[in-house]
Structures are given as C-alpha cells and as structure tokens.
C-alpha cells in the first residue's frame, strides 16, 4: 500500500468560508500531500463541496461533503462547533438554515465593523464584506485585514486584543444550540462530530452525556492544536462514551509566510470506515422510521 492509503484530512476550510483555497486548490494541495480523503468543512456553508467534487475526479481522492456548524453549548453557554460528515448538501432543509446564517453572519460583520471603528481600528478596504455578499464571512476576515493595514503585528493579535469573546469588537453569533446542530446533520443524514473538543466544555462529562444520548456519534481527537495528552483523552472520552473519533488539521490554506497544515496532522483511514459504518446507521434509521430522507 502506498503511503495516501493510510492519511486523512477531514477538517479543512476554503473561500467559500473562511479560508484561502479555492475548492479546486484545496484538492490540488491534497493530491501534493498524498492524502486519501479529505472532507471541506466550511463554516455554515456547503458551497464548495461540488466543485470539490469535479477537482477530485479520477484522481484518486475521496470528497466527503462536510460541514462545520456553529453553535451554543453548556451552563455558562460557549461556543461549540459541531461537525457533519456524509451530509445531503443539497437537502432542503439544510440549504434553508445555512441560507438564514449567511445573512446574520453578514450583519454581524457590520456590527463588528462598527465596533471595530468605535475602538480606533478604521480600515481603509471594508470591501471583503460586500465582495462576500454570497459567501459566509467571519472573525478571521477582519483579523487578517486589520494585520493587512498595520492595525495589529498578526491575525492572532487581532483576536486577542479586538476580536476574541469579551474583548471589544467582538460581536456573538446567532447560534443554534448544540442539540439543534446534530438534529440538523442528521435531518441530512450526516454523522455529527464535536469539533476540536479541546476548546470547549468538554470536562462537563453529563453534557457530553446529554449530547451523545442526542445523537452526537464522536469527537474530533486529532487536531492541529491539540496537544498529545489531549489526544489520549479524547480517545479514552470516546471509548468510554462508545462514540468514534475523526480528525483533521483545520487548515484555512496558507497565509503570508505560513505554508498549509493541511495534511499535517495524521489521520488514519480507518477513521473514514468509521464514518461509513455511522453514515449507514443514519441512513438505515431514517428509513426504517420514515423520519427523513437518505
């Protein structure tokens, strides 16, 4: 077997949200990294999974439409993202919702303009949000404005100083509860995953609990920033839990200096088969009760 067999990547992000590559690029750079399958997960959006697909065609790579959704989970309630794998991308219902977050992400980005204007930080290019106007924009795009025009040193100073919860331009997304999240992948026959667990309230074990009864199927173990005890935690939470684990780099694509981590991360393919088997199951139950349509 050669080396693509074994490697993943099943967190990554295009233009279509909040990342560089275009669909077809993102592929291209997959093909280079030798990986196996990769899954484009933008925020709230399905848009490049398509053209993913035409990249992709006989040329040895797996496209699993994906999805990362932003939500509200726990007591204080903070921010969780919940993974879809094998989504109906073109399902109505689903295409219904990420319509109505595209236009309050829009008008949250005026209001983070706003605030960003009210703290000193007036950018000379607001552009990007109206030449965004059919894309899904976010807290990232004016991060790498604002080190652009000199505002900050770098897009993670942004965060700190301007951007992040509780600092002076943020502005909160209207989010679905994390519940309402797995409800909606599975309304689209996907398979649900808690993203990068490591940055919300995972140590809240009877609300893992809760969403697992709710129909969340794993927990993304690998992760570009997840430290190595991090990851034997997330695989021990999932045994004992009896949910999968997936994982991947949450490449954005390169920026300035900062070559692609797409790939970097090793994700077995195993973990795909995994996902086929949760995908099934899905499907399988759906049927079985006439719920929804796989």
């Known amino acids: 077997m050669s080396e693509r067999d074994f490697s993943v990547d099943l967190h990554?992000?295009?233009?279509?949200?909040?990342?560089?590559?275009?669909p077809s690029e993102a592929v291209d750079y997959?093909?280079?990294?030798?990986?196996?399958?990769?899954?484009?997960?933008?925020h709230d959006s399905v848009d490049a999974i398509?053209?993913?697909?035409?990249?992709?065609?006989?040329k040895g790579i797996e496209i699993i439409p994906g999805i990362e959704l932003s939500s509200v989970a726990g007591d204080p309630p903070g921010e969780m993202h919940i993974l879809g794998y094998y989504i109906d991308y073109k399902s109505e219902s689903l295409n219904k919702a990420l319509k109505e977050f595209k236009k309050l992400r829009r008008e949250r980005a005026y209001q983070i303009l706003q605030k960003?204007?009210?703290?000193?930080?007036?950018?000379?290019?607001?552009?990007?949000?109206?030449?965004?106007?059919?894309?899904?924009?976010?807290?990232?795009?004016?991060?790498?404005?604002?080190?652009?025009?000199?505002?900050?040193?770098?897009?993670?100073?942004?965060f700190q100083k301007y951007l992040s919860q509780n600092k002076p331009a943020y502005a909160p997304k209207a989010a679905l509860t994390a519940q309402e999240a797995i409800n909606l992948i599975l309304k689209s026959g996907g398979v649900p995953i808690m993203a990068h667990p490591y940055y919300v309230h995972y140590n809240d074990k009877n609300m893992m609990i809760s969403l697992v009864k709710g129909g969340l199927m794993g927990l993304e173990a690998w992760h570009s920033k997840h430290p190595e005890h991090a990851v034997k935690k997330f695989l021990s939470m999932?045994?004992?839990?009896?949910?999968?684990v997936t994982g991947g780099s949450d490449c954005h694509g390169p920026y300035k200096n900062e070559p692609p981590v797409m790939g970097r991360v090793k994700v077995?393919?195993?973990?795909?088969?995994?996902?086929?088997?949760?995908?099934?199951?899905?499907?399988?139950?759906?049927?079985?009760?006439?719920?929804?349509?796989?």
């Open 30 to 42: 997959a093909l280079k990294m030798k990986l196996a399958a990769i899954s484009i997960t933008d």
């Open 238 to 244: 999932a045994d004992e839990l009896g949910i999968i």
């Open 12 to 22: 990554l992000h295009t233009n279509c949200s909040d990342g560089v590559f275009t």
């Open 116 to 158: 960003l204007r009210d703290n000193g930080v007036a950018l000379k290019d607001e552009s990007f949000i109206e030449s965004r106007a059919d894309k899904a924009i976010g807290r990232l795009h004016f991060a790498k404005a604002m080190a652009e025009e000199g505002f900050v040193k770098s897009v993670q100073e942004a």
């Open 268 to 294: 077995p393919y195993c973990v795909v088969e995994n996902l086929e088997k949760c995908r099934d199951n899905v499907c399988n139950f759906m049927q079985k009760t006439g719920t929804f349509g796989c």
């Open 50 to 58: 398509e053209e993913a697909a035409r990249a992709a065609k006989n």
